[in-house]
């Protein structure tokens, strides 16, 4: 029988992509404050993320959770990210691990050590012949408050792992964006992620054995900073995409 698996965040453009490629795979349980503009596989739930009553409804008989929802802006402030991302997080996990879900996959964030993009460093380590590489073994350096709130959700999971048992994975997203790399867009061309490769990714981490993790979810792009091998390793990642690709577009 299929897993069944809840996606919060299913109306955002990352849920967009997962369905896109693994609609079909799963039994799907989708969880958005927004209610669906067009026809969704599955159930879908509307529901805020801080309401742990229904969260933890919406948690039962769930197998794996990929925990997307969250205010995704860069420039989001304080107030927002306090209670969208870490809190939103926090009964999430909670609501998890009291109902015996397997797994949980966390949309975590380049920002998440965005200032590791020094004025020395950049906009060098963007290009393919620059072997400067972050790895997931470094200490975060969030660029922003944004940022910050992804750290808190990666210690969030580390927490819950290590507490309950529960296994977990960081999806450190860099830039998703459908058919095409940024353009002119160094720095979102070395960390893009295709429509493709996010839909496999995501299928990894619910089929893939891990404890607690942290990769980075970028395509197999000629520029990058982000060292793809740990997902290569633990989830059996194989990118299909390359930014490089689409140099001539
Ligand atoms: N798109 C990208 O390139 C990247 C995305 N991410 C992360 O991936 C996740 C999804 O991002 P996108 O799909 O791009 O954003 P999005 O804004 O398109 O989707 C986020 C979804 O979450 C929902 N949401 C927000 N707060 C909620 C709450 N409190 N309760 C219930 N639903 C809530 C929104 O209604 C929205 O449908 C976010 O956590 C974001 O930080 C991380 C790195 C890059
Ligand atoms: O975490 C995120 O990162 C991507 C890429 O960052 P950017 O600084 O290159 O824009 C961003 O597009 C996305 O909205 C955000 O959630």
Known sequence: MAQSVLLTGAAGRVGE?????????????????DPPTEDYPGEFVVADITEDETIREAMEGIDVVLHLAGDPRKTAPWDSVLTNNIDGTQTVFEAAVDAGVEKVAFASSNHAVGHYETDERTPEMYRADDDYLLDGTEQPRPGNL????????????RYYHDEYGISVVNVRIGNLTENHPPIDYERGQAMWLSYRDCAHLFDRCIQADYDYEIVYGISDNDRKYYSIERAKEVLGYEPQDNSAAHNDD
């Open 17 to 33: 992509a997962i369905l896109g490629g693994l609609a079909d795979d799963y039994e799907w349980r989708l969880l958005d404050r």
């Open 146 to 157: 944004y940022g910050v709130s992804k750290v808190a959700g990666e210690a969030l999971g």
